[in-house]
């Protein structure tokens, strides 16, 4: 059986496109997202588009519709890569294990380095935190290691209000 996460990687590697996910929808929907450094554009959706429905018809990949997108404001952290990609950035964490009776943050996530760490951090278990933020400003400081982590996803502020005039 065709791995079709590693299938989509290879197909758009020359295009320097990160596939954040590949996903089956309901009625042969595929949904592919991707993600760029600095950001994705509706050209990039175009192109990754064409290449993974040429490729997806030589491989015999079964689907009736195929949606080609960015992950958004709100992206998913599910790698270890994308938590060291948006290390300074704001975050929302959803922990699996409750400290102090919560288990979902919101802050800074930072990566915590190896000196004088607890001996559960790894290479592929690394360890970081979350400032948490507070109407005084910074919070306490929240430390966890990648394999703690249920779910994780950017949460930037956004401002509507647009300038002043």
Not at 17 to 30: H, N
Request: net charge negative; glycine share 6%.
């Amino acid at each position: 059986m065709i791995d079709l996460i590693q299938l989509t990687r290879e197909a758009l590697a020359s295009m320097d496109l990160e596939v954040v996910s590949v996903e089956r929808a309901p009625m042969g929907l595929l949904r592919v997202t991707i993600d760029r450094p600095d950001g994705v554009r509706i050209e990039h959706c175009e192109l990754a588009s064409r290449q993974l429905s040429r490729v997806y018809e030589v491989e015999d990949i079964d689907y009736r519709r195929l949606e080609v997108g960015s992950p958004g404001v709100d992206r998913p952290l599910r790698t270890v890569e994308d938590f060291e990609r948006f290390a300074g950035e704001r975050v929302e964490i959803r922990l699996f294990e409750a400290v102090d009776g919560q288990k979902t943050f919101v802050g800074q996530l930072l990566k915590n380095d190896a000196e004088g760490k607890q001996e559960t951090q790894t290479d592929e278990n690394p360890s970081y935190a979350v400032v948490l933020e507070t109407k005084k400003g910074v919070g306490r400081r929240v430390e966890f290691t990648f394999d703690e982590v249920e779910r994780a996803k950017l949460n930037p502020l956004l401002n509507f209000k647009g300038k002043k005039r």
